[in-house]
């Protein structure tokens, strides 16, 4: 039973990097260093409730904010780089403080944080560009909002996975659900525009 609390733990804080990016990392690491609902103290990876961790993860979430301030592609990259980093790092420590291999938490929080980052960031793109579209005053401070929701979003998963991991797996499936929808229009615009032709 501990081992599937710490995997859905696992999955829960990588979803939720991968959705809040470095405001959810940040939020995860301070919890850390309460140890409150993940208490890596004892075990090679209790660094990630250290200060100077916070710190390092501060300056990478500052690193990685001003990527995601440029174009399409260095925005896709900075936060799918830091999603399955952190993702792979709070997966171990998830783990390893239930004295299950970490290897695992690595290999399950790179793949959810890298994943959940990928769609999230299609999404944020994907707001921006319709926003530029619609001659929007202010296309930037539209999708400043929508990031900022995706922040809020991180920290509630993050709290839920720290708290009641099962819920995690709830996360997946919205996640599921939307990649799903995103592949659905997208199949549908390139169908309308094959029908063009």
């Given at each position: 039973m501990d081992l599937l609390l710490a995997i859905c733990q696992a999955i829960g804080l990588a979803l939720a990097v991968g959705v809040g990016g470095p405001i959810a990392a940040l939020f995860i690491t301070a919890m850390a260093g309460l140890h409150a609902g993940i208490d890596a103290r004892g075990t090679s990876w209790d660094f990630i409730g250290k200060?100077?961790?916070?710190?390092?993860?501060?300056?990478?979430?500052?690193?990685?904010?001003?990527?995601?301030r440029r174009e399409d592609g260095p925005r896709r990259l900075a936060r799918l780089g830091?999603?399955?980093v952190f993702g792979a790092i709070a997966g171990a420590a998830s783990l390893a403080e239930k004295g299950e291999p970490a290897i695992l938490g690595l290999v399950i929080g790179a793949l959810v944080g890298a994943g959940s980052g990928i769609v999230a960031t299609d999404v944020l793109i994907g707001a921006r560009r319709r926003a530029e579209l619609s001659n929007l005053e202010e296309p930037q401070s539209a999708a400043n909002t929508l990031e900022g929701i995706f922040a809020v979003t991180g920290i509630v998963i993050a709290l839920?996975?720290?708290f009641l991991p099962p819920l995690s797996l709830l996360g997946i499936v919205a996640l599921v659900v939307l990649a799903n929808g995103r592949r659905r229009k997208a199949d549908e615009k390139y169908e309308g525009l094959r029908v063009l032709r």
């Open positions: 200060i100077w961790f916070l710190v390092l993860v501060a300056i990478s979430s500052l690193v990685a904010l001003s990527l995601a830091f999603a399955t839920l996975a720290l």
